[in-house]
């Protein structure tokens, strides 16, 4: 790669302050610390010597993802091949299915980071500002939380509308106040309804009506128990196990499906130190402690479902695991994580089972804490300092 640093190093000062390409400098410098890790070190003040920086910090949470992105295009594949009757065939291949799946996520991935990036360079080379990184996730995070068969016009609207109204207009990476992500699915939810719920916008291949099985449903287990369909059944009527649950053969965005490929990314953020255990582990509380409330008054048989379904069902999971633990929209104490994922977790049941218009109610749970993170983390300082005080004030 010597040659490359060669080539970058020789074109460089055309980008720099008075090189006749100085205004693409953004653009330089987006590509070079793409390429190569920065060199640029911090000169005077006291500072802290540490390997992880921005860059490793989104690649980390991109190989976390991984697992779930893979499980999905799976999914999506082994969805339409049951769909269309031809899962027993012998000529659907593991392959197969794994080359659909690709097929159909691809450019779905594809156009998030083309529509994303693209709004990332214009408004670091208006600002005279370094492109961030934080879009590098962001960008995978979008095709995660879509039906497989969304048009890939809506996710360029629903991309550049989150980027813009809830990331640029606060000031780009690391001011936004809502996750990114979660305010393109819920854009796409409010905008195009019909494109986010429903029977068959969840298996690939329904909308078109070729070849599908006829009385084939492609209700997620949401949308059946938010009607009172406590049998869970795929798309056949053949029951769905807790097995089909947690290793993801069923209808549900590309990557809330696979509990299994979630966890593992989960230990690998645990591991290397990127994602809060305290935000986890208190949502996954949150939401047991509710559910439990909920089967205790009892009046229809939503409320009925066992606390720990909630985990295994929709995007509960992923939004425990990816989206709430986000940095920049959580709180910062660690008094406050505890709270915020609790609230979370019991939100997010609360507005499944009482309010079946939203049977999946982990994005607007975790959409609403975002906004009163700041209030979480306000109360606890204060709290500390009143209490630091009064000790204080005893002491003397």
């Given at each position: 790669?010597?040659?490359?640093?060669?080539?970058?190093?020789?074109?460089?000062?055309?980008?720099?302050?008075?090189?006749?390409?100085?205004?693409?400098?953004?653009?330089?410098?987006?590509?070079?610390?793409?390429?190569?890790?920065?060199?640029?070190?911090?000169?005077?003040?006291?500072?802290?010597?540490?390997?992880?920086?921005m860059k490793r910090t989104m690649t980390f949470v991109i190989i976390a993802l991984l697992p779930t992105l893979l499980a999905g295009m799976y999914n999506v594949g082994y969805?339409?091949?049951?769909?269309?009757?031809?899962?027993?065939?012998?000529?659907?291949?593991?392959?197969?299915?794994?080359?659909?799946?690709?097929?159909?996520?691809?450019?779905?991935?594809?156009?998030?980071?083309?529509?994303?990036?693209?709004?990332?360079?214009?408004?670091?080379?208006?600002?005279?500002?370094?492109?961030?990184?934080?879009?590098?996730?962001?960008?995978?995070?979008?095709?995660?939380?879509?039906?497989?068969?969304?048009?890939?016009?809506?996710?360029?609207?629903?991309?550049?509308?989150?980027?813009?109204?809830?990331?640029?207009?606060?000031?780009?990476?690391?001011?936004?106040?809502?996750?990114?992500?979660?305010?393109?699915?819920?854009?796409?939810?409010?905008?195009?309804?019909?494109?986010?719920?429903?029977?068959?916008?969840?298996?690939?291949?329904?909308?078109?009506?070729?070849?599908?099985?006829?009385?084939?449903?492609?209700?997620?287990?949401?949308?059946?128990?938010?009607?009172?369909?406590?049998?869970?059944?795929?798309?056949?009527?053949?029951?769905?196990?807790?097995?089909?649950?947690?290793?993801?053969?069923?209808?549900?965005?590309?990557?809330?499906?696979?509990?299994?490929?979630?966890?593992?990314?989960?230990?690998?953020?645990?591991?290397?130190?990127?994602?809060?255990?305290?935000?986890?582990?208190?949502?996954?509380?949150?939401?047991?402690?509710?559910?439990?409330?909920?089967?205790?008054?009892?009046?229809?048989?939503?409320?009925?479902?066992?606390?720990?379904?909630?985990?295994?069902?929709?995007?509960?999971?992923?939004?425990?695991?990816?989206?709430?633990?986000?940095?920049?929209?959580?709180?910062?104490?660690?008094?406050?994580?505890?709270?915020?994922?609790?609230?979370?977790?019991?939100?997010?049941?609360?507005?499944?089972?009482?309010?079946?218009?939203?049977?999946?109610?982990?994005?607007?749970?975790?959409?609403?804490?975002?906004?009163?993170?700041?209030?979480?983390?306000?109360?606890?300082?204060?709290?500390?300092?009143?209490?630091?005080?009064?000790?204080?004030?005893?002491?003397?």
């Amino acid at each position: 790669m010597n040659w490359l640093r060669n080539y970058l190093d020789k074109v460089k000062p055309n980008f720099q302050k008075g090189g006749k390409l100085e205004k693409l400098h953004s653009t330089f410098d987006a590509f070079e610390t793409f390429l190569f890790v920065p060199n640029k070190v911090t000169t005077t003040g006291a500072h802290i010597r540490d390997s992880i920086d921005m860059k490793r910090t989104m690649t980390f949470v991109i190989i976390a993802l991984l697992p779930t992105l893979l499980a999905g295009m799976y999914n999506v594949g082994y969805q339409y091949y049951q769909a269309t009757g031809q899962l027993a065939l012998a000529e659907t291949t593991t392959w197969a299915i794994f080359l659909y799946g690709i097929l159909k996520v691809v450019p779905i991935i594809v156009v998030s980071y083309v529509t994303g990036l693209t709004i990332e360079f214009i408004s670091a080379q208006l600002r005279g500002h370094e492109v961030n990184e934080g879009f590098l996730v962001t960008g995978m995070l979008i095709p995660l939380v879509m039906p497989p068969d969304v048009p890939l016009w809506m996710v360029a609207i629903s991309t550049a509308f989150a980027v813009i109204i809830g990331k640029e207009v606060f000031g780009g990476t690391g001011m936004n106040i809502v996750n990114p992500a979660l305010l393109t699915r819920a854009f796409l939810f409010f905008a195009y309804p019909a494109y986010m719920s429903g029977d068959i916008v969840w298996t690939s291949g329904l909308t078109s009506g070729t070849g599908i099985i006829d009385g084939y449903s492609g209700a997620t287990l949401l949308s059946q128990a938010a009607n009172y369909k406590m049998a869970f059944t795929n798309g056949l009527g053949e029951s769905t196990t807790i097995a089909d649950m947690f290793f993801g053969f069923i209808p549900g965005s590309i990557g809330e499906t696979s509990k299994f490929a979630i966890i593992l990314g989960a230990v690998f953020l645990l591991i290397t130190g990127i994602a809060n255990w305290r935000i986890m582990l208190s949502t996954i509380l949150g939401a047991l402690a509710f559910g439990l409330l909920l089967n205790l008054v009892a009046v229809n048989p939503f409320m009925e479902l066992p606390a720990y379904m909630h985990l295994l069902m929709g995007g509960f999971l992923f939004g425990a695991i990816f989206m709430a633990t986000d940095p920049v929209t959580g709180t910062q104490t660690n008094t406050g994580k505890w709270i915020y994922g609790f609230l979370i977790g019991a939100f997010a049941i609360l507005i499944r089972v009482l309010n079946p218009a939203y049977p999946e109610g982990m994005m607007l749970s975790i959409l609403l804490m975002n906004i009163f993170a700041p209030l979480i983390d306000y109360i606890v300082i204060q709290s500390n300092i009143k209490r630091r005080m009064k000790r204080n004030r005893q002491i003397a």
